[in-house]
């Protein structure tokens, strides 16, 4: 019982999870409660003794009470140095120090004495230094996770004994002239997951015998291999266990790595398991999908990889396919009938091809669909509510950038609740579309430049507080923005609101000054250039500090700018130009600091600009 009791009371304090339900499990058995050994608590208060803790989160971890009861926290944010007490919590088996700042110091050696420990995990902990052998002593480790901090190695032997380690994350780490990695991780007969991403890593050294048979996931993402990577195909390629092949950013990465040549000269066929593949941002692969892909259930990604040729009908042998991106590559011709036939497919993505040609009405039948990317080809034609009559599962929908009509009944409900809609110069107008009343879930939406010349329904400015970016520029939209009771639709996450080249008309400031206190941490884009809005510039500003863009320009607002402007500190962009603002420049507006751009010709300033 006082084995299973000291575990958890580490687990308890040096963890950055809440761990306090394993704690209440552990330490009861029955009616019977064990406190926390002596030892163990001394141990816990002298390594507190040496961290710096600015929150004071370990303020309980004082006196000869139960050690058990002290407060767990799940971020501590800590700093100092690692006591070497930490050593007497002998029955320690899970260790998390990640995220913490030890300020560049070396990770301790005493670490390698905690002979129990299965989970050590260091990640963004700020050590520097060398990696200290004495960790090959943990014979029990299982999980290891050393990535994100300043380390450089140039031998890596000290792993070649942890023989039931099965996750090794080094991300990060500079490996560039560890010569004996390859090796060293080939020796270990548990491995599973190896992440080496942006590892400084260009070759690997030819070995004589392979053991990876245990390897599912493979990350060497971010480095600089080049074609030869695959004269390795016996290595990490030739057995069949390998689930998840990530040539870019999932278990198996060469994310943007120099990958040349056509993907059917890579060698992946034998691949009997895998099950996702990524290749994307190997800027000189090219070539087209070869049909042994077939049995994939992710094609992840493939973007940016000049990926040529036609989609034709056999992409409706990839039955088990649910995510597929191939986003800026050089696929042409039409989108195939066939794409009806994707019955698992959740996520397509297009983007940014030369794809051409209408839009099978067979979409509507993918009844899994959740994310639909098209924007940025040249596709035309009609869409109608047949293109949709399934797709109930539907949650973002992006044709902006295409000569699409999307024409559908008045009245019509779709099947879906969007959160995400792109449909820029795309022909929706010339009414506001109603249909939009029916969504329930939008938070961006962009219909801009789609040839609507309407009033905005009242409905739509009723659930605009919803939005986190809207965008209804470059239309013909008319009429006065009503008075109601929520403020601008703004969130703190980079929220946009532009209404610009329209033909709104009369004051935007009832909007703009009202819910003074949520619109505090707005952090984002405010453009109502190019319409006819008129009034004073009301003096609101100092509950937009965060505030990135504001463009007023030619418009006909009037009145001095007032001194206000000068708390926006965040402000990169400010443009009034063509308004009828009058009076002085104020001084505050020294204080936007991060202006790299201001406009205020054609108005009526007087004075000096402030130096």
């Known amino acids: ?39 163990e608590r001394e141990a816990l208060i002298k390594l507190k003794q040496d961290l710096i ?119 990060r780490m500079n490996l560039g002239k560890a010569s004996d990695l390859l090796p060293v991780t080939n020796s270990l007969p548990s ?45 990490f390629f030739g057995h069949h266990r390998l689930v998840f092949l990530k040539l870019s950013a999932n278990e198996f990465h060469v994310r943007s790595n120099s ?39 992710k094609v992840t990604g493939l973007g940016g990889c000049h990926i040529s040729g036609h989609l034709t009908n056999q992409l409706g042998q990839f039955k088990c396919l649910h995510t597929l991106e191939l986003r800026d590559n050089s696929l042409s011709g039409p989108l195939p009938p066939a794409l009806g036939e994707l019955s698992s497919m959740t996520n397509l993505d297009l983007f940014s091809n030369t794809l051409n040609g209408a839009i099978p009405m067979s979409l509507g039948q993918l ?32 044709i902006s950038e295409n000569s699409l009509i999307l024409q559908v009944n008045p009245n019509w409900v779709p099947p879906f609740q969007l959160d995400t809609l792109h449909l820029r110069s795309c022909h929706l107008g010339p009414h506001f579309p109603s249909w939009l009343h029916s969504q329930k879930h939008l938070s961006v939406l962009d219909i801009s430049n789609t040839r609507i010349s309407d009033t905005i329904p009242r409905w739509f400015w009723n659930s605009i507080s919803l939005y986190e970016s809207l965008n209804l520029s470059s239309n013909q939209i008319y009429g006065e923005i009503p008075n109601f009771d929520h403020p601008l639709p703004l969130v703190p996450s980079h929220g946009v609101l532009d209404l610009s080249n329209n033909a709104w008309s009369g004051s935007i400031f009832h909007l703009i000054c009202k819910g003074e206190n949520e ?27 965060n505030l990135v863009v504001l463009n007023l320009g030619n418009n006909f607002f009037s009145g001095s700018l007032p001194i206000s402007i000068g708390n926006l500190s965040c402000l990169q962009l400010l443009n009034l130009r063509n308004n009828r603002i009058v009076g002085i420049i104020p001084v505050s507006i020294q204080n936007c600091s991060n202006l790299n751009g201001l406009d205020m010709g054609e108005n009526e300033f007087v004075g000096d600009i402030p130096a």
């Open 1 to 39: 019982m006082k084995s299973t009791m000291s575990v958890f009371v580490a687990l308890f304090f040096l963890e950055l999870f809440t761990l306090a339900n394993m704690v209440n499990l552990s330490f009861c058995t029955g009616n019977s409660y064990v406190g926390c050994i002596d030892s």
């Open 53 to 171: 803790d600015p929150s004071n989160r370990l303020a309980s971890w004082v006196g000869d009470g139960d050690c058990c009861k002290w407060a767990a926290h799940d971020r501590l944010m800590l700093g100092g140095k690692i006591n070497p007490s930490l050593v007497d919590l002998k029955h320690l088996i899970h260790l998390d120090l990640s995220g913490n700042n030890f300020q560049g110091i070396q990770i301790p050696k005493c670490l390698g004495s905690l002979k129990n420990l299965r989970y050590l995990n260091l990640t963004a902990a700020r050590f520097a230094g060398k990696i200290p052998h004495q960790l090959g002593n943990l014979s029990n480790l299982q999980y290891l996770d050393l990535s994100d901090i300043k380390l450089h190695v140039d031998k890596f032997s000290w792993p070649s004994g942890l023989s039931l380690l099965e996750h090794l994350d080094l991300s």
């Open 191 to 235: 491995l599973k997951v190896l992440k080496l991403s942006e590892s400084e890593l260009h070759q690997f050294a030819p070995l004589s015998s392979v053991n990876f048979s245990s390897l599912i996931a493979l990350d060497l993402s971010g480095n600089y291999f080049d074609s030869s990577l695959f004269q390795f195909g016996s290595c």
């Open 259 to 297: 990958l040349q040549g056509t993907i059917s000269s890579m060698g992946l066929e034998n691949l009997t398991s895998i099950k996702t593949l990524d290749l994307s941002f190997n800027e000189e692969l090219g070539g087209q999908i070869p049909t042994s892909f077939v049995r994939l259930c």
């Open 367 to 398: 009844s899994h669909l959740k994310h639909l990317d098209l924007s940025h080809n040249r596709l035309n034609g009609t869409i109608s509510e047949i293109h949709f009559v399934n797709l109930t599962k539907l949650t973002s929908f992006s």
């Open 519 to 545: 619109l505090a941490n707005i952090d984002g884009y405010l453009k109502l250039s190019k319409n006819y809005f008129s009034g004073d510039i009301r003096d609101c500003w100092v509950n937009w500090p």
